[in-house]
């Protein structure tokens, strides 16, 4: 099924336009979140950052995925999107443009990720700030729920991390 293509062979664009593939992410753990910006859970691009900032340098990569399924809770352009997770977060993981996660249209990212770690009720997504942590082979390895606070995904992390 060419539509549900492995995690390496996907690709996706930034805010700022550029398409990126997953493929320059090998060796390195990620954890690929839908976001929204007028959430009540959206003070967790804080954890999110302290995550990266704390991991970045030992082989961690957040992906935030901007979404405006739940609530109209992401209700801006590129731009706004931006200087949001800029100047409100203090956001320097790479953030993609906004997508959908649930329903016919739902980016092929999301797709796989859902059809390999299906949730508590189901693969749908449920809200904003779902995550998933992919190892550093592009295998999914642990689906997080929405209200699961960054912090507490540290120790899978340190699990999955190369050894240096």
Known sequence: MAENKKFYEQAATTLQGKEVTMDQLKGKVVMVVNTASQCGLTPQYEGLEELYQKYKDKGLVILGFPCNQFGNQEPGDA????????????????V???????????????????????????????????????????????????????????PDIEKLLPVK
């Open 79 to 94: 731009k706004d999107i931006q200087e949001g997770c800029l100047i409100n977060y203090g956001v320097s993981f790479p």
């Open 96 to 154: 993609f443009e906004k997508i959908e996660v649930n329903g016919p249209n739902t980016h092929p990212i999301f797709k796989y990720l859902k059809s390999e770690l299906g949730g508590f009720l189901g693969s749908r997504i449920k809200w904003n700030f779902t995550k998933f942590l992919i190892d550093a082979d592009g295998k999914p390895y642990k689906r997080f729920a929405p209200i699961t606070k960054p912090q507490s995904i540290a």
